[in-house]
């Protein structure tokens, strides 16, 4: 589970930040910045507002981010950093085999995203991104840096190991991710009422058999792995 988002320090005055490590300075920050993005909206959202919550200048937001687009990436990461690089860490998965590590890895990542605030930052990036079609990209790219890069090591380890065969271990981790997760991207779209019931463990199970009905190699499963 991520740490609660820190709460805004009462009469605290823009200036310098908060003393501390530079650790929690910036966990100070990002935590006002999703305070920020959360109640406004990525339009209505700013430095100077971002600023202000978390008791700094703007010069300082700006000493470590260039514009409101990648204050709200690195709002993004801080989330993927601090909940899902542990989930898909490759040397803790490699422990196990690929339809155990990847239906643990699974459930972690749909629990994460229907946490209170993952589940509101996707609500606001889904109505803003017909706006912002630019802040669309770098978030995809800041995931896909992040994300999709350590399920892929772990994929590639698999291959090495000859456990699973795989052309683009790459394209795989965002399939799988995609497969993952479009379910509940619909339900922000679409909303709970216009959809079935979503049964998650179940849905896990079945993308992680129809994932590996294509990435295990031919004929027999490997060992402790039951057939696909």
Not at 41 to 62: C, M, N, P, W
Not at 73 to 81: G, K, P, S
Not at 145 to 157: F, M, Q, V
Request: hydrophobic share 45%; with cysteine; net charge positive.
């Amino acid at each position: 589970m991520h740490p609660p988002d820190l709460p805004a320090a009462p009469g605290s005055k823009p200036g310098r930040p908060r003393r501390g490590t530079e650790s929690d300075r910036s966990e100070a920050l990002l935590a006002a910045a999703t305070r920020v993005f959360l109640r406004d909206g990525y339009a209505l959202a700013s430095i100077d507002k971002v600023a202000s919550e978390a008791g700094a200048s703007t010069r300082t937001i700006y000493e470590r981010y260039r514009n409101k687009a990648e204050l709200l990436a690195a709002v993004i990461i801080r989330l993927i950093n601090v909940d899902l690089t542990r989930v898909f860490s490759a040397d803790e998965l490699c422990e196990f085999a690929p339809r155990k590590a990847l239906t643990e890895a699974g459930h972690l990542l749909l629990q994460h995203l229907r946490e209170p605030t993952p589940l509101a930052l996707h609500r606001m990036l889904i109505r803003e991104a017909h706006r912002f079609p630019e802040l669309m990209v770098k978030i995809k790219s800041c995931v896909s840096l992040h994300l999709d890069s350590a399920l892929a090591a772990y994929l590639r380890r698999q291959i090495e190991a000859r456990v699973l065969s795989l052309p683009n271990p790459d394209y795989a981790a965002d399939l799988f991710l995609h497969m993952l997760t479009g379910e509940l991207r619909d339900r922000l779209v679409f909303g709970e009422a216009a959809l079935p019931p979503f049964d998650a463990k179940r849905h896990v199970e079945q993308v992680v058999d129809l994932f590996l009905r294509g990435a295990l190699p031919r004929g027999l499963p490997p060992a402790g792995e039951p057939p696909p």
